[in-house]
């Protein structure tokens, strides 16, 4: 590996690899990533992606040995590395939540005082449970903390909660939400402000937002009566008319639109005569 490479550290292999990888894809770097032993360099940019454990990520950040890193903000939450988030990067989503038995008497935190919680998240729950001025005791376990309470092991646990299908299953129920997080982006402290990395990671900050901003919008294009033109502008405002149109009742429109809003106001756009609509992906959105 080389040492004037940018060095950016992602999930071996679990729940933010593929999303991670289609991440950097879409931003325009090609590398080869089966195996995944140890890491891959980027053929059209000067970076090597380390693949390693999440939980290890923050401290290889801190300490330097990698530039930039990407996990979940629930692992930064939890280890507390000193190192700068740059960009939430809108995938990975989940929340840390306390849940408890279905049956259970318990109906709010307060009730919770005194009693065992398990969890794979000790300090967040600590953090958690002190700021809310209730005595527990918390026990860390590495897996299946779900199955602790059925165990008789803990009266609730800490866990995180994406689809809710882990707690319907294991008849456990959500008693509050603790903190929502998505993957993201972190720097070195020192890496954003040296000659050598600091232009490299601004450069990918770039591409990824450009990635981003491009997620949720579609290239629209349409034809409808000239006459519609303005009342159209209405619903979709970046719309403008095709360059050198014929001289006809009917104009080409395009524009970007967001996809979830599209499909509302597809009705308004066919009742004002809008026909031919496609709509199609855009690759980046530099803005
Ligand atoms: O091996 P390594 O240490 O790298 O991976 P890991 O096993 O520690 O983490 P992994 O791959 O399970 O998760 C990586 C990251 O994905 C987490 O740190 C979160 O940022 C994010 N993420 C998003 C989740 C979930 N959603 C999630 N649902 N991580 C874990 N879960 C688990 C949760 O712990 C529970 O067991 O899924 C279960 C609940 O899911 P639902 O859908 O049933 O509610
Ligand atoms: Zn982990």
Redesign the pocket.
């Known amino acids: 590996m080389k040492t004037n490479t940018l060095r950016l550290a992602v999930?071996?292999?679990?729940?933010?690899?593929e999303e991670t990888l289609g991440l950097l894809r879409a931003s325009g770097l090609e590398f080869e990533s089966y195996g995944r032993k140890l890491f891959s360099a980027c053929r059209n940019f000067p970076m090597n992606i380390v693949y390693?454990?999440?939980?290890?990520i923050p401290s290889l950040v801190a300490t330097g040995t990698v530039d930039i890193g990407i996990?979940?903000?629930?692992?930064l939450n939890e280890k507390r590395a000193e190192v700068k988030k740059l960009l939430n990067l809108r995938y990975?989503?989940?929340t840390l939540a306390v849940s408890v038995p279905k049956e259970s008497s318990v109906s709010s935190v307060s009730d919770l005082a005194g009693k065992i919680i398990a969890t794979?998240y000790p300090k967040s729950a600590a953090r958690f449970f002190r700021e809310q001025n209730i005595n527990v005791t918390i026990i860390p376990i590495e897996?299946?903390?779900?199955v602790m309470p059925s165990l008789g092991a803990a009266s609730a646990i800490v866990?995180?909660?994406?689809?809710?299908?882990?707690?319907?299953?294991n008849d456990l129920r959500l008693l509050t939400p603790i903190y929502r997080?998505?993957?993201v982006l972190i720097a070195n402290t020192q890496s954003i402000r040296a000659n050598r990395s600091s232009q490299r990671i601004r450069e990918l900050v770039t591409r990824f937002k450009s990635v981003l901003s491009a997620k949720n919008c579609k290239f629209i294009i349409f034809t409808a009566p000239q006459a519609a033109s303005q009342k159209l502008k209405k619903i979709i405002p970046s719309l403008t008319p095709r360059a050198s149109q014929a001289q006809t009742t009917d104009s080409t429109l395009e524009g970007v639109v967001n996809e979830e809003a599209f499909w509302s106001m597809l009705g308004r756009l066919r009742a004002l005569g809008a026909t031919n609509i496609r709509l199609m992906p855009i690759e980046n959105s530099i803005l």
Do not use: I
Not at 71 to 75: P, S, T
Not at 159 to 169: A, M, Q, R, W
């Open positions: 999930q071996k292999d679990g729940r933010l690899t390693v454990r999440d939980d290890d996990l979940g903000q629930n692992v990975g989503f989940c794979s897996g299946s903390v779900e866990d995180l909660v994406s689809s809710g299908s882990t707690l319907l299953v997080s998505e993957a």
